[in-house]
């Protein structure tokens, strides 16, 4: 069974960084693509950015050049470095781990831009 477990989340003025982290446990972490995905305020959760077991890449239009997604298989985390934050950038913060097995959400951690 996985569990994700988000950490990162606040307050950033507009132009500003904020580093978002999600700690997965199981063994099945190196095997698993992991996202990050938000939902903003009376929206529908989008996807933001996502990266394969063989670290592959994928990126929003909204966020890419300002959004990296890496993660470190030896500590089982996935992180998400984001600069040049906007205020259309607040929402609630996801982090999800899949794979044909499992299918996982973490609890959510709110970012918020302000201008």
């Known amino acids: 069974q996985v569990q994700l477990v988000e950490s990162g989340g606040g307050s950033v003025q507009a132009g500003g960084s904020r580093r978002l982290s999600c700690a997965a446990s199981g063994s099945i972490f190196s095997r698993a693509s992991m996202g990050w995905y938000r939902q903003p305020p009376g929206k529908q959760r989008e996807q933001v950015a996502t990266i394969t077991s063989g670290g592959t890449t994928n990126y929003a239009d909204s966020v890419k050049g300002r959004f990296t997604i890496s993660r470190d298989n030896t500590k089982n985390t996935v992180s998400l470095q984001m600069n040049s934050l906007r205020p259309e950038d607040t929402a609630v913060y996801y982090c999800?781990?899949?794979?044909?097995?499992?299918?996982?959400w973490g609890q959510g951690t709110q970012v918020t831009v302000s201008s």
């Open positions: 999800r781990s899949w794979s044909l097995s499992h299918n996982t």
